[in-house]
């Protein structure tokens, strides 16, 4: 038996792995204790990933549908791959023939973000037969960051990270690191990095309507505030900051613009005003302004939770605007760029200064290349896409309006799916292509570019020869070209790793040096705070804009919506989204080590208070209504939560896919049939879908 170090591509902090092989199978995975950032550090999901790796369910071979998409079960005939790729390319010819080269859109999921060669290889296609029409999964979870970042930094590549190992200071707003570790920071043991800031006599506050499983004694508080309002609350403590004179004259003015304006904005919401909206007191309120402002190095950090609100793009900016007007953004304990091994704020700089453009749908705009997701059953049923190609993606089950996209689908002309599993998108698929896993493709952990507080290059060799006839996605799309007669990769002796191979050219590096280094890891030296403004900022000047055009877009919307909640009942129920740890999204389903009992569907969690207000019982099956749809769930007590708020665990769902032999025995209740879809459902400063604080209103079944 041999080791063979490799890490994993779940999520974000891509803990390193050692694979035990076997006659070219792999038997187990363990932790990479010799590893120089993670040293041992990894979790259950990606320890069981063999599991997903040997999943009898999985596709793996071509395959080609035989009987009618609406048909109750769809049938599909195993092919060869030049059957495959012959077929598909003859689909997409008569696509275009008849109805235009930009006929053709696409769909790409969040597990190709891991894949270092995939991505890229299906831009690329897309590029090569003229696609016009992209959609993604960023827009369920991530594009107001981009739309933020590059207005208020003129790149879409900077996210500042806090300074984990300095900050004596951590307001985290929106996120639960114990259980989903910690988006757009990829970094080992987060609850650790939470454990070592108290230590140290530090504060950790953590913003959200649960008590989250992140918050103890011992890695900080929790102030609950009410869903959807979190801009309030940040533009409410740069007010009081501002007010107070606590903020850095001479920081601000020597690295920024328009910051009279940013005041301007604030004071339209003074914690006294703000109090009832936010959820928690004027006084309160105070205090995190007070203590942030006062703090030898604070830091901020916001994630999903406020991503899939209403308002995600102004309040990222304002999470940028409370760093900055403290003197901690590009400081020491504050917020920090990260470039890794290559500076992608250099490549991430906006290719127009008006993004918006008219169409059949209104005023819309593109976040790395892509639509807005909640508008991909209108383009369909305007006859705009005739045709999609699904990459790791599951929009069925991610996006709001299952029923209408399931119709949607149904009409397209034709639909290829390259994926490792048979989801529930790809009960529409003419064609399912089978995609190899992250132990069976090389890959550098090139997505950390930017996020990392302990920067560090890894390289991974495939683990195991591919098993059955799994294909890594770059090259089934360099042989759909060559069917197509276009130019592609497999033609010559061109290296899908270059385009890697040359970003490391930056840091003096190559993919030789990595594979021979221990773990096939090299360390990089930990951020300088200089090079915040110096290589991350691209204004003019390397000044943050603090009233880019994008924010003054939303400032009327941010008072109308303020409006809004102000005036609801008080006995409105808000429905948020609830992350577990034994699921990833709505691609882990299928899984026996992530099937606990406990964890067999997806429960309305609700406060004990609001249970005894409606007259329900635990275990209570319930009506949960919104002015979108309808869900049967059954009740779970959860004194975690703010009365007036519920939960739902997203990515269930899979009753109509019996491919998925364990997923479809259990397959709960797909909530996103409560969110709003079509124009008005998404932000549209980033095409940033509503997801979170969605008003329910909940009865007993009967």
């Known amino acids: 038996m041999k080791s063979v170090p490799t890490y994993c591509r779940i999520c974000e902090p891509q803990c390193a792995l050692v694979a035990q092989v076997e006659d070219e199978q792999v038997v187990k995975l363990l932790p990479d204790k010799s590893h120089p950032v993670h040293k041992g550090f990894a979790c259950h999901k990606g320890l ?72 890229e290889a299906a831009r690329s296609f897309a590029r090569a037969v003229g696609a016009r029409y992209m959609f993604g999964s960023g827009t369920q979870d991530c594009s107001n960051k981009f739309a933020a970042s590059e207005a208020v930094f003129g790149t879409a590549n900077l996210h500042p990270i806090p300074d984990y190992k300095h900050t004596q200071y951590l307001l985290s707003l ?26 140290r006599g530090g504060t950790v506050k953590h913003i959200n ?9 011992a890695t900080g508080d929790v102030v609950q505030v009410k869903p959807d309002a979190d801009v309030y609350l940040l533009a409410a403590m740069i007010h009081e900051i501002h007010a107070a004179g606590r903020h850095d004259t001479a920081w601000v003015e020597a690295h920024s ?29 105070r205090q995190l302004a007070h203590e942030f402002a006062a703090a030898d190095g604070a830091s901020v950090h916001m994630s999903t939770g406020v991503n899939m609100g209403r308002q995600g793009t102004l309040a990222y900016w304002l999470v940028q605007m409370l760093s900055l007007v403290t ?6 304990g504050g917020n920090l760029y990260s470039p890794g091994y290559f500076p992608a704020a250099t490549v991430g700089k906006p ?21 807005p997701g909640n508008l991909l059953a209108e383009h369909i049923e305007a006859g705009l896409v005739r045709g999609l190609v699904v990459m790791s993606g599951n929009p069925l089950l991610s996006m709001a309006g299952e029923t209408r996209l399931a119709e949607a689908l149904a009409k397209l002309d034709f639909v290829l799916v390259i994926d490792i599993y048979p989801s529930a998108t790809s009960r529409f698929a003419d064609f399912i292509l089978p995609a190899t896993d992250w132990l069976e493709r090389p890959d550098v952990n090139s997505v950390s570019l930017g996020f990392q507080p302990e920067p560090y290059v890894q390289y991974t060799e495939a683990v195991v020869p591919p098993r059955f006839e799994r294909k890594p996605e770059w090259w089934i799309f360099a042989r759909l070209q060559q069917a197509l007669g276009m130019p592609s990769i497999l033609d010559g002796n061109a290296d899908p790793m270059a385009k890697i191979d040359r970003q490391l050219e930056a840091s003096d590096l190559n993919l030789d040096a990595l594979n021979a280094a221990p773990s096939h890891t090299i360390r990089l030296p930990d951020p300088d705070p200089d090079v915040f403004f110096e290589l991350g900022v691209q204004h003019e000047g390397s000044r943050v804009n603090c009233w880019p055009a994008l924010i003054e877009r939303g400032a009327a919307r941010c008072t109308e919506l303020f409006n809004e909640l102000a005036a609801e009942s008080v006995d409105t129920l808000k429905l948020i989204s609830l992350r577990t740890n034994y699921m990833v999204n709505s691609w882990m389903h299928n899984l026996p080590a992530l099937k606990r009992e406990h964890a067999l569907d997806n429960p309305l969690h609700i406060h004990p208070e609001d249970m005894s207000r409606l007259e329900l019982a635990d275990g209570t099956e319930v009506s949960v209504a919104s002015d979108h749809g309808r869900v049967i769930a059954r009740v779970h007590a959860d004194e975690t939560l703010r009365p007036g708020v519920v939960a739902m665990t997203h990515g269930w769902g899979h009753g109509n896919n019996q491919r998925l032999s364990l997923a479809s025995n259990h397959p709960g209740t797909n909530v996103n049939a409560l969110l709003p879809t079509g124009m008005g459902s998404f932000d549209p400063l980033s095409n940033m879908s509503f997801m979170t604080g969605i008003p329910v209103q909940v009865t007993a079944e009967v």
């Open 48 to 119: 069981n990933f063999v599991e997903l790796h040997n999943d009898p369910d999985r596709n793996n071979h071509p395959q080609a549908r035989r009987n009618d998409k609406n048909a109750a079960a769809p049938e599909f005939d195993r092919v060869s791959w030049d059957q495959a790729a012959a077929a598909v390319a003859e689909r997409i010819t008569a696509l275009q023939d008849n109805y235009g080269s930009d006929s053709l859109g696409f769909y790409i999921g969040n597990p190709s973000a891991f894949n270092s060669t995939g991505r």
């Open 174 to 199: 929106g996120s639960n690191p114990k259980i989903s570790h910690v988006s757009f920071v990829h970094m080992t043991n987060p609850m650790g990095a939470l454990r070592d800031i108290v230590a």
């Open 351 to 371: 290719k127009s200064d008006n993004p918006f453009f008219e169409t059949e749908f209104g005023e819309l705009r593109r976040i790395a290349g892509s639509l």
């Open 327 to 332: 003197g901690n953004l590009g400081k020491r």
């Open 209 to 217: 309507p649960r008590k989250i499983e992140s918050a103890t004694p």
């Open 257 to 285: 613009t328009n910051a009279d304006a940013l005041w301007e904005f604030a004071a339209q919401f003074p914690a006294d005003r703000v109090a009832p909206v936010v959820g928690i007191s004027a006084a309160d309120i």
